[in-house]
């Protein structure tokens, strides 16, 4: 059963990094697969931030690319996310996911609600 | 960038209803469309794959049609457990990104 758990502060301050993790359980990183990171402000739609595949091919959405940096761990089987100078706009439920076939995501984690707020 | 538009935006239904939502693109993306169900505090959950491939474990009543710019995302048989905001997203390469339509809220009628 491959599970996901996403992990780090639920309350970051303006101008600070938001970090995030998400471990992998039942499914090793390093099979070739692409994982990627959405959001969800509250009460909002949902926003695609990035994908990483297990070499480290990364890419990010254009609008969050000056500001996001994404990396795997694949000996902690794991994924990282670090998002700088945030602001009120970047509160929201992050989670990460497998990508799969038609770049869908079939297993997600449950989420992480960050609030930027000081 | 592919623009994905999603109607209605809302709707009510009954249990037993057949419902159906639409998305459509703003250009063709063959059959690089997913359709997910979202409960309240949840994750998205994958059902339809590739536009019409049911996701193991999905039941039948929810099906998928489309290719190119037009897609249909059909509940045949609304079920208590079904209320829900449906999504449809579309995924490219060219460049690489993703695209979430705004959603669907199926509520009770």
């Known amino acids: 059963q491959v599970q996901l758990q996403e992990s780090g502060p639920g309350l970051v301050k303006p101008s600070d990094t938001l970090s995030l993790s998400c471990v992998v359980s039942?499914?090793?990183?390093?099979?070739?697969?692409?994982w990627g990171w959405i959001r969800q402000p509250p009460g909002k739609g949902l926003e695609w931030i990035g994908y990483?595949?297990?070499?480290?091919?990364?890419h990010y959405n254009q609008s969050l690319k000056s500001r996001l940096t994404m990396s795997i761990d694949t000996s902690r089987n794991q994924l990282s996310l670090r998002l700088s100078s945030v602001t009120a706009m970047d509160t929201a439920v992050y989670f990460c996911?497998?990508?799969?076939?038609?770049?869908?995501?079939?297993?997600w984690g449950p989420g992480r609600l960050v609030s930027v707020s000081s | 960038d592919i623009q994905m538009t999603q109607s209605p935006s809302s709707l009510s239904a009954s249990v037993g209803d057949r419902v159906t939502i639409t998305c459509q693109a703003s250009?063709?993306?063959?059959?690089?469309l997913n359709w997910y169900q979202q409960k309240p505090g949840k994750a998205p959950k994958l059902l339809i794959y590739g536009a019409s491939n049911l996701e193991r474990g999905v039941p039948s009543r929810f099906s998928g049609s489309g290719s190119g710019t037009n897609f249909v995302f059909t509940i045949s048989g609304l079920q208590p457990e079904d209320f829900a905001t449906y999504y449809c997203q579309h995924y490219d390469n060219l460049p690489p990104g993703f695209t979430f339509g705004p959603g669907t809220k199926v509520d009770f009628k």
């Open positions: 990483i595949d297990y070499r480290g091919n990364i």
């Open positions: 250009q063709d993306i063959d059959k690089y």
């Open positions: 039942g499914y090793f990183i390093s099979s070739s697969n692409w």
């Open positions: 996911a497998r990508m799969l076939r038609f770049g869908s995501f079939d297993y």
